[in-house]
DNA sequence: CGCTAATGTAGAACAAGTTACAGACTTGAT
DNA sequence: ATCAAGTCTGTAACTTGTTCTACATTAGCG
């Protein structure tokens, strides 16, 4: 509502030297690489400073807690990853069939990486307030993903909130299987099952 | 595999002493207190075990971690909650109102104490496969709540896997509130989205 | 070019979770 | 009642996220 929230919006970013840009490229190199041997602890401050090529104040300067410097990771992943998507687009024939192909897709990607996925993923939902604009940041990038598989341009409130619920199903699904509670079947019954919700919202046959 | 897991199995509670009992609340309650307070970082080892009368190394005798003790301290209270909701069972008349209708209760209780959940619904998520058994303890209570409000004696594996679902998006649902990033309206909505699975998976009505 | 503010560096210092340890206290069996 | 084993206590040390400080480098600008 403010003046600078018009304005700035999101992007507050005064924008980055060359050599700015690189030495943020760096350090989020340097958090995924050591996130993906080791997992969250595997990802200290010094060590991805050092990595990184960078004075521990600096890194400090770029990502003001390792929260925010792990969901910024998570952020740039999700980048990759929508742009992956976007390339070969699932098959299915009913949006529901397409979002679950197309979350189980992003499953198994993660599978690869399994402890840099942990990383991410703890410290997205460990985040507090102090995160929520970036934080809100991989929702988006995560909402569009769904969309997009849906084919939704136009989404009702009604599939804006299923979209939630798949979403937060995906999260907490990744999570469970990540702390080995859940095996990867089960998570694929459950996204099934909560894509299921997406025919409910279908404003398109009316069959009921 | 070893002898011992097959012995011990879960509780490896050699039944403690009256003194023994009576530390471990001290310790709960001061952890439910601190929280309360202050939220997740409120609750500090140093002055939990102050608070509760009880050196250091005890309580982490106790509770081997802060993770540990705010998951144990969920499963207090949640079996407070469940005590609590038995006594007035929900009205609705489907399984899907009624189970709406108890995690709104639920939600009600916390933000009560909005601290207090805050610092349980972190640690739940925050844990890693070393508190597996405890987290999947709160699981289990939940489920059972669930369960009770959908009056599902004998449930199958699809209604299994929908409160599942409903579970998932009641935990994380809650953390974007928490975070401020949902508002209670958005969750009351998502809650009762979610919830409509139930009817998909109903045996009863084989209306289709 | 030369100035100035912003940015980066190195390293110390601090905070809170966790571990280690030496000595006192309990408990349960004899 | 006594002894051994197991618990507790008090306290210090260690680890890692975070902050602070004093100095060096860089970038933009006149």
Do not use: N
């Not at 300067?61 to 969901?71: A, D, E, G, Q, T």
């Not at 910024?72 to 397409?98: F, V």
């Not at 703890?122 to 507090?128: P, V």
């Not at 009702?156 to 199903?169: F, N, Y």
Request: glycine residues 4%; proline residues 6%.
């Amino acid at each position: 509502m403010t003046a600078e929230s018009r304005a700035d919006h999101r992007p507050a970013t005064p924008p980055l030297t060359e050599r700015q840009e690189a030495r943020r490229r760096r350090i989020l190199d340097a958090s995924a690489r050591l996130a993906a041997r080791g997992g969250f602890d595997a990802v200290q401050m010094r060590e991805v400073a050092e990595a990184a090529g960078v004075a521990l104040g600096t890194l400090y300067r770029y990502f003001p807690s390792k929260i925010h410097l792990l969901v910024a990771t998570m952020q740039d992943q999700l980048q990759h990853m929508h742009t992956t998507l976007r390339k070969r687009p699932p098959a299915g024939a009913d949006p529901a069939t397409r979002v679950a192909e197309t979350l189980m897709r992003a499953f198994r990607a993660l599978q690869r990486e399994p402890q840099l996925a942990d990383a991410m993923v703890r410290a997205l939902t460990f985040a507090d307030r102090g995160v929520s604009p970036e934080v809100d940041t991989v929702s988006r990038l995560t909402t569009a993903i769904i969309l997009d598989a849906m084919g939704a341009e136009q989404p009702t409130p009604a599939q804006l909130s299923a979209v939630r619920v798949i979403e937060h199903t995906w999260h907490s699904a990744l999570i469970t299987w990540l702390s080995g509670r859940a095996s990867i079947a089960q998570v694929k019954i459950d996204i099934e099952t909560v894509c299921r919700l997406i025919d409910l919202t279908a404003p398109e046959r009316p069959h009921r």
